[in-house]
């Protein structure tokens, strides 16, 4: 067990809606990053939070956006969901460079 | 960008063979990560390499990188059928320490 807790653990959306995930950071982790994997694919950097900022930003589109709270557990939000949005969403936290640990993901279906 | 490449895709072998995965960064890496990812489960941390020329085993697993911190390699000898899974480089370069995946090894052994 990594102590990186994601939730829910699957989800079915319809095109067009918003979805929040959640993830909860190891303890002592000041630094969380979002992956989505695509099936058959590596995962993605979508962003990483350091310190509750915005810290680097891969090649995802405005809609996708996040937060990072002051206990350092985040949130990844999805607006105007795309069928291509469905994958596995992954949550990592680190400490700063560190090994990443990730949550069990998850599964988002949008349909 | 940054971009990480790994081949083979895909390697069948028998159990008892050897397996070596390469990656390759188009840039030069700080320090580089590997994964497992067994089927239906999220990437769980194996090693980090941080030293030029550095080379790591963990029993059965030898991994290496580059002199010039742009290629990595893992190298297991005698596969078990509990070696199954994609396996994932992830190096990390500039300010923001995100982790860049290369695009995964299957390994499927047949016993």
């Known amino acids: 067990e990594t102590g990186v807790t994601q939730s829910p653990t699957h989800l079915i959306k319809t095109r067009g809606q918003q979805v929040t995930l959640r993830c909860s950071s190891q303890s002592g982790h000041n630094t969380v990053s979002w992956y989505q994997q695509a099936l058959g694919q590596g995962p993605q950097f979508i962003f990483q939070?350091?310190?509750?900022?915005?810290?680097g930003r891969g090649n995802f589109p405005p809609r996708f956006s996040g937060l990072q709270f002051p206990n350092y557990s985040s949130e990844l939000n999805v607006n105007a969901l795309e069928l291509d949005d469905s994958a596995l969403y992954l949550c990592?936290?680190?400490?700063?460079?560190?090994?990443?640990?990730f949550g069990q993901g998850t599964r988002l279906t949008v349909v | 960008g940054q971009q990480v490449m790994q081949i083979p895709q895909y390697q069948h072998v028998q159990e008892g063979e050897d397996f070596t995965t390469y990656c390759n960064s188009s840039t030069t890496l700080s320090n580089i990560q590997w994964y497992k990812q067994r089927p239906g489960g999220h990437p769980v941390f194996l090693i980090q390499l941080v030293k030029s020329g550095e080379v790591k085993k963990q029993k059965r697993l030898t991994f290496q990188f580059g002199e010039a911190k742009k290629n990595s390699s893992l190298h297991i000898t005698a596969t078990q059928t509990t070696d199954v899974g994609t396996y994932f480089c992830a190096g990390t370069g500039g300010a923001t320490n995100k982790l860049i995946f290369g695009t995964g090894t299957l390994l499927a052994v047949q016993p």
């Open positions: 939070y350091y310190r509750e900022e915005e810290n």
């Open positions: 990592a936290s680190s400490d700063r460079g560190r090994r990443a640990f």
